[in-house]
């Protein structure tokens, strides 16, 4: 990140602390836990539950969830715990959870948690295929809660969902995408052929215009000047709260002579959560069809 400014940094240091990094999982019993009383301290989870049926008692930093995740929303009986980095431990020693859930490696560590009641980790990715471990992750919170039924019909639907959507972008041809989110106006965070997204694509037949460099992630920052050198694609862009860089970025000569811009083939779509799980991946999906289904 070095020589980003520090609007940039973080917008940045917001996309990308937010991905979990690994860690391993800890055990906990689907006997002890009151499902009605699990407390997620990171998005990954949050999804993991609610795709088996089961809403939070307590989620971190739900402000962010609703700009970031966008979707699925959460009620407002849902306890707001903290930050995802620094949850409020006393807080969540009233609460008196069944059950702690997060994202391997991120947050307060194993021990701390551990004095407040049982607690489990679950990975984002193996820094291949995200769309994979968080199919896997699924499974793993449906047989800790006894959820295995619930698990099935919901990887039911989500095949069946981006299965149902390949014959709308038949017209497209070969043309590839470029997925971005703006960070600053000199700055996006470009996705590549290992993040989350990347297995939608594969089965709808939509190559991913990203080659370069990247992360465990799956996604890397890079200066707007670079987008310059992508002529025959489509470019989606996620907007997350930021409609002022957007309107500053859209304003500029640069961004107005992009061969993408000029050809009518940018679109900004809603927030999806680039480090989630299977209910971001449909929720991309249903972007995606949006966007770019029926066109040719």
């Known amino acids: 990140m070095a020589g980003l400014p520090s609007l940039s940094r973080r917008r940045l240091l917001t996309a990308m602390a937010l991905s979990p ?3 391993n999982l800890r055990g906990a019993h689907a006997a002890a836990v009151d499902p009605k009383r699990i407390v997620a301290l990171e998005w990954l989870p949050v ?6 049926g089961v809403m939070p008692y307590g989620v971190a930093d739900v402000h962010d969830y609703n700009i970031w995740v966008n979707e699925p929303s959460l009620p407002d009986s849902v306890i707001d715990v903290g930050l995802r980095t620094e949850p409020n431990l006393e807080l969540l020693t009233q609460m008196k959870p069944s059950l702690l859930v997060w994202s391997a490696g991120y947050g307060p560590s194993e021990a701390k948690l551990a004095t407040i009641a049982p607690g489990r980790g679950f990975t984002f990715s193996d820094g291949k295929k995200p769309l ?5 992750s699924l499974n793993e919170m449906a047989q800790l809660l006894n959820k295995e039924v619930a698990a099935k019909k919901h990887l039911d639907a989500f095949d069946a969902l981006v299965d149902s959507t390949k014959a709308h972008f038949a017209r497209r041809g070969d043309r590839p995408l470029l997925m971005i989110t703006l960070l600053d ?3 996006v965070l470009v996705f590549s052929e290992n993040c989350l997204f990347q297995e939608v694509l594969d089965r709808v037949g939509i190559r991913n215009a990203w080659h370069g460099e990247t992360t465990f992630w799956g996604s890397v920052a890079i ?8 002529k025959d694609v489509d470019v989606i862009c996620f907007d ?4 002022q860089d957007m309107r500053t970025l859209m304003a500029t000569p640069l961004w ?9 083939r940018f679109q900004r779509v809603p927030a999806v959560w680039f480090y989630g799980a299977t209910l971001s991946a449909m929720h991309f999906t249903r972007v995606l069809d949006n966007a770019l289904g029926g066109r040719a």
């Open 21 to 23: 990094l690994l860690w």
């Open 47 to 52: 999804e993991l539950l609610l795709a088996l």
């Open 132 to 136: 994979t471990m968080a199919r896997r």
């Open 185 to 187: 106006p000199r700055h």
């Open 223 to 230: 200066g707007i000047d670079r987008l310059a050198e992508y």
């Open 240 to 243: 997350h709260n930021n409609e």
């Open 256 to 264: 107005q002579a992009m061969p993408f811009v000029r050809a009518g």
